[in-house]
């Protein structure tokens, strides 16, 4: 036996074993993460997109089916919820602030959602997609488990969904440093919150890496983005009818 095929049959063992690719996945954002830090931080390097490539890339170049992948990747997903859970013990030791920003919390909020999804709608009109394809990119920006959970409410298609949300993610997390710097937004309140808004979990990971306060108001945007979403299209979607 040589060693190209004792090589062979040790892929062939491993790809079955789940902690194989629980490992794949976690290496691939290590290395996403060494890139972003030897780059000096730069938004535009992304760990996540770049971990998302290498991942993707093997099971496309091996021929790997997702659900196999998903079965070791599956322990990660699991953790998402207690993640996000955890958020609110910061958000609650922050809660006089948070009570003092009330207002503009709210106003931000509801303007923001709104815009969100009106110039998705609008510009997918003027494009001429698909309905269907329509519905599935207009909860784009709350976070993933939520929009796939709006999409499947309005016959939207879940899956993509989740595709175009993580997309955003990644796109507004890039981005937002570059604009809010433009726009010359220092408040730390101000720049957690849009960035939240506009690229939820990532977004949300990005900011509390960066500054403390940004993250607990990106994680306050993240959750109340949520509630008000769920709540907006649907009135949305009959008022279109």
Do not use: C
């Not at 929009?147 to 298609?157: F, P, Y």
């Not at 937002?176 to 010359?184: A, E, I, N, P, R």
């Not at 849009?194 to 690229?199: D, F, P, W, Y």
């Amino acid at each position: 036996m040589n060693s190209v095929e004792t090589l062979y049959r040790i892929w062939v063992y491993l790809q079955t074993e789940p902690l194989f690719w629980l490992t794949i996945t976690i290496g691939a954002f290590l290395v996403g993460d060494y890139l972003y830090k030897k780059s000096n931080i730069n938004p535009l390097v992304n760990p996540v997109a770049i971990s998302i490539l290498i991942v993707s890339g093997i099971l496309i170049i091996f021929d790997i089916e997702y659900e196999r992948y998903f079965n070791g990747a599956q322990f990660i997903h699991f953790l998402l919820g207690p993640a996000t859970v955890a958020l609110a013990i910061p958000i609650y030791n922050q809660i006089k602030l948070i009570q003092k920003e009330a207002l503009s919390i709210t106003i931000t909020l509801l303007v923001g959602s709104l815009f969100a999804i009106f110039i998705t709608y609008y510009l997918a009109k003027s494009f001429g997609l698909d309905e269907q394809l329509i519905l599935s990119m207009l909860p784009r920006s709350v976070t993933a488990p939520i929009a796939m959970g709006i999409s499947e409410l309005i016959d939207g298609l879940p899956s993509l969904t989740a595709i175009i949300t993580i997309a955003t993610g990644i796109i507004g997390a890039s981005l937002s440093t570059f604009v809010l710097d433009f726009m010359k937004v220092k408040d730390m309140t101000a720049r957690g919150f849009a960035i939240g808004l506009t690229s939820h979990g990532i977004g949300t990971a990005r900011a509390m890496s960066r500054n403390k306060t940004a993250g607990i108001f990106s994680a306050l945007a993240l959750a109340l983005s949520g509630v008000a979403v769920s709540i907006i299209i649907p009135i949305v979607i009959n008022i279109f009818n």
